[in-house]
């Protein structure tokens, strides 16, 4: 083979190892190291996942006596003390057929759980609050009095579906009508361990449920095991507030606007939290930040300056600062 064409052929090679090095090799070891986000305007939403159980203030009214019934209110309507809430028309009762009739009840098992704490009436009202047709037996154990006691082993086998209690005829003893107190009630739920920091006693947060967001302030903060017991106590209205006593939900701490920055852009210099910002040089400098809440993707922090843990003024990340990804 002649001399100029063997050197044609080397050269032709290493020119393509050459052109691979220039655009395989150098832009991924100089991407790994320079690689860069911007820090953006943008909202931060901070939530956790759980189960909802509901307390209210309310009391159960059971018939004096055997009768038919028509009501006259709805559910959810607002009744005061004395109102009266149904057509009500004792019948004449066997002694011998009471006990019978009330040993088959549809309502035993709800009697049961609700034990002594149901109170005898006619067709009236002997409070002020809201009307539910719907009962579970629960209204006397979850109670405000006695909700900080409920653990998470009680609520995670709640068997809450309601019975409904509208009905033509009942029998003595038997429910009729509930009447709660909507100016004050509280959402129960369990968080785990790791998610506890977020929640403060006094703090306001959100709960979403469904399409509805109830805004209420934490009440108590109980410790139960491995997870934590929040309370949380609002007056805001709730479609099902009525019937329901349990509901899937989010718990919102944080919903705020401001400066983002990727979670993996934050190191820490000596005990400073900072990032690595680009100057106008092309060099990048360990600049302070100070984080206001994150989730489990990015950091909502400071603008421009903060001031630190010992009241000196610090300047921070501003908008659209160009910042490393991975320091």
């Given at each position: 083979?002649?001399k100029?064409?063997?050197?044609?052929?080397?050269?032709?090679?290493?020119?393509?190892?050459?052109l691979?090095?220039?655009?395989?090799?150098?832009?991924?070891?100089?991407?790994?190291?320079?690689?860069t986000?911007?820090?953006?305007?943008?909202?931060?939403k901070?939530?956790?996942?759980v189960?909802c159980?509901?307390?209210r203030?309310?009391t159960?009214?059971?018939?004096?006596?055997?009768?038919?019934?028509?009501?006259?209110?709805?559910?959810?309507?607002?009744?005061?003390?004395?109102a009266?809430?149904?057509?009500?028309?004792p019948?004449?009762?066997?002694?011998?057929?009471?006990s019978?009739?009330?040993?088959v009840?549809?309502?035993?098992a709800?009697?049961?759980?609700?034990?002594?704490?149901?109170?005898?009436?006619?067709?009236?009202?002997?409070?002020?609050?809201?009307?539910?047709?719907?009962?579970?037996?629960?209204e006397?154990?979850f109670?405000?009095?006695?909700?900080?006691?409920?653990?998470?082993?009680?609520?995670?086998?709640?068997?809450a579906?309601?019975?409904?209690?509208k009905?033509?005829?009942?029998?003595?003893?038997?429910?009729?009508?509930?009447?709660?107190?909507?100016a004050?009630?509280?959402?129960?739920a369990?968080?785990d361990?790791a998610d506890i920091?977020?929640?403060?006693k006094?703090?306001?947060?959100?709960?979403?449920i469904?399409?509805?967001?109830?805004?209420?302030?934490?009440?108590n903060?109980?410790?139960?095991?491995?997870?934590?017991h929040?309370?949380?106590?609002?007056?805001?209205?709730?479609?099902?507030?009525?019937?329901?006593?349990?509901?899937?939900?989010?718990?919102?701490t944080t919903?705020?606007?401001?400066?983002?920055?990727?979670?993996?852009?934050?190191?820490?210099?000596?005990k400073?939290?900072?990032?690595?910002v680009?100057?106008?040089?092309?060099?990048?400098?360990?600049?302070q930040?100070?984080?206001?809440a994150?989730?489990?993707?990015?950091?909502?922090?400071?603008?421009?300056?903060?001031?630190?843990?010992?009241?000196?003024?610090?300047?921070?990340?501003?908008?659209?600062?160009?910042?490393l990804?991975?320091?």
């Open positions: 083979m002649p100029l064409r063997k050197k044609t052929i080397y050269t032709f090679i290493l020119v393509v190892v050459a691979y090095v220039v655009i395989a090799v150098i832009p991924a070891v100089t991407g790994k190291l320079t690689r986000t911007a820090v953006t305007y943008g909202d931060l901070v939530s956790d996942d189960t159980y509901i307390v203030d309310e159960v009214y059971l018939a004096k006596s055997a009768g038919t019934m028509s009501f006259k209110v709805k559910e959810g309507e607002l009744v005061k003390r004395g009266e809430v149904m057509n009500f028309k019948k004449s009762e066997d002694k011998s057929t009471a019978k009739t009330a040993s009840s549809e309502y035993n709800i009697l049961k759980k609700l034990g002594r704490k149901g109170v005898v009436t006619g067709d009236v009202s002997k409070r002020k609050g809201m009307i539910s047709f719907h009962i579970d037996g629960y006397a154990s109670t405000p009095d006695t909700m900080a006691k409920l653990t998470y082993d009680d609520v995670k086998s709640v068997d579906d309601p019975e409904s209690l009905r033509a005829e009942t029998e003595k003893g038997d429910p009729i009508f509930k009447i709660y107190d909507n004050n009630w509280y959402i129960n369990w968080v361990e920091s977020k929640y403060e006094g703090n306001y947060v959100t709960v979403e469904g399409d509805a967001d109830i805004r209420g302030s934490i009440e903060i109980v410790s139960d095991g491995s997870k934590w929040v309370i949380i106590r609002t007056n805001r209205y709730w479609k099902d507030l009525a019937v329901k006593r349990s509901a899937e939900g989010k718990i919102v919903d705020r606007s401001g400066l983002l920055i990727d979670n993996g852009s934050i190191t820490t210099k000596g400073k939290v900072g990032v690595y680009k100057d106008k040089t092309g060099q990048f400098n360990f600049t930040v100070n984080v206001l994150s989730n489990s993707k990015k950091s909502l922090v400071s603008s421009g300056t903060f001031t630190d843990a010992k009241g000196n003024t610090v300047t921070t990340v501003k908008v659209y600062d160009e910042i990804r991975n320091p």
